[in-house]
């Protein structure tokens, strides 16, 4: 096999992308893409698994593939370096799809801890859709159809890629060695692996309305800002403040850097020093929240100003989708056929099969 280094990651059209995508996946990418160190870079609007739980909803999943696309060329995601594609357009998945669900058993997804939560969160309980419980499987699709060596996603995903691997492992015990096991790329950052909500929630998420939006207006980022959930018990200025699950520190965790201080609160050096004024007690909540919205605003602002710039020729947008999800079809059919040879199902592509069949019955 290869050694390529291949990336495949994405997100679900179900709404715009927020800061916590950006921290958990989207800024790493970018990184990745320009520091030249892979051989091909596959993102993926993942508008079938959207459906899995927006079956009623296509509208929705619809109109968000260009608000997704959007999101990423603003974030610095370049064509000319990474396919962009929509997954729905890529048949060949669902086929793989289809047979790794013979590998699978239902207690395994079962057990998966990611699908669990999502499932109480949706409130689906004795009506989960087959397609929503079995989505880890498509995503296993997607990752070996573009023979993906790495997956830069967020925490929450750590359970889709473990399920990935067993099916890889599986397969190629079974039908010999074809696809490629992928590593999982988590950011090194805690607080970036899984950003909570502004409003404390575990986990920010559009399903949940606690997100700042990569697209966000100023006055609406300051709006959120000043509004975060902090410390409920640090009740006036002297009062000793907690850092654990206090939000607006995870926040200054994942986005700030020691230049910011020097810009915008020079009394302090680092975030070290911050943190353990407010701890000591004596800093208020509103002068860290001002300096999280001095930090916010600077890194958003140049993403803010290239989405408008993009938002000005929408059919640039789709044609690069379109381009993109054509590269990758191509790739997919090609991993497809191997996997269909493997499996002995090529029944047509292999002259030996009609000899040997021939054979056999000239001899009785
Ligand atoms: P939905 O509610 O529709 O599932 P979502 O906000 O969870 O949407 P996804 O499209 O499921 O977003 O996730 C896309 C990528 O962003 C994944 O790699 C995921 O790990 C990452 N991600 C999502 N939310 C966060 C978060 N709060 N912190 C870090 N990474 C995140
Ligand atoms: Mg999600």
């Given at each position: ?38 051989d ?9 698994q ?16 260009v608000?997704?696309?959007?999101d ?52 689906f ?34 359970p ?36 909570p ?41 002297e ?5 654990e ?30 943190k ?34 993009y ?27 191997e ?26």
């Open positions: 096999m290869s050694n390529s280094k291949i990336i495949l990651t994405g997100d679900r059209p179900t709404g715009r992308l927020h800061i916590g995508h950006y921290v958990g996946s989207l800024r790493r990418r970018v990184e990745l893409q320009n520091s030249g160190a892979f091909e870079i596959y993102i993926m609007i993942a508008d079938a959207a459906l899995t739980d927006n079956a009623e909803n296509p509208e929705k999943v619809r109109e968000n593939v608000e997704v696309a959007l990423y060329l603003a974030a610095g995601l370049d064509p000319a370096k990474s396919t962009l594609f929509i997954q729905s357009q890529i048949p060949e998945l669902c086929e793989l799809t289809f047979y790794y669900m013979d590998l699978v058993t239902v207690a395994r997804l079962q057990r998966n801890p990611t699908v669990k939560n999502e499932i109480i969160m949706r409130n309980e004795a009506s989960i859709p087959v397609g929503f419980f079995t989505y880890p499987i498509s995503q296993a699709a997607d990752i070996t159809a573009f023979k993906a060596t790495t997956v830069p996603v967020g925490e929450d995903q750590e889709m890629i473990e399920q990935a691997r067993e099916i890889v492992r599986k397969f190629n015990f079974v039908y010999g060695d074809t696809l490629v096991e992928p590593e999982i790329l988590l950011p090194d950052n805690e607080a970036c692996q899984r950003l909500g502004t409003d404390g929630h575990a986990k920010m998420s559009k399903s949940l309305g606690n997100c700042i939006y990569l697209a966000d207006e100023p006055d609406v980022i300051k709006k959120k800002v000043m509004s975060m959930f902090t410390d409920p018990d640090h009740i006036r200025v009062d000793p403040g907690k850092l699950g206090n939000t607006v520190f995870t926040y200054l965790d994942a986005f700030c850097r020691d230049e910011h201080f020097a810009a915008y609160l020079p009394d302090y050096a680092n975030l070290d020093e911050l353990a004024h407010y701890q000591r007690g004596g800093l208020g909540d509103v002068k860290v929240k001002k300096f999280l919205n001095n930090v916010l605003q600077e890194t958003l602002e140049p993403i803010r100003n290239r989405r408008k710039e938002q000005k020729d929408i059919a640039y947008v789709y044609e690069v989708l379109k381009k993109g999800s054509e590269a990758a079809q191509a790739k997919a059919a090609q991993t497809l056929s996997v269909k040879s493997a499996m002995r199902i090529n029944y047509f592509d292999d002259a030996e099969l009609i000899a040997a069949q021939t054979k056999k019955y000239q001899e009785q």
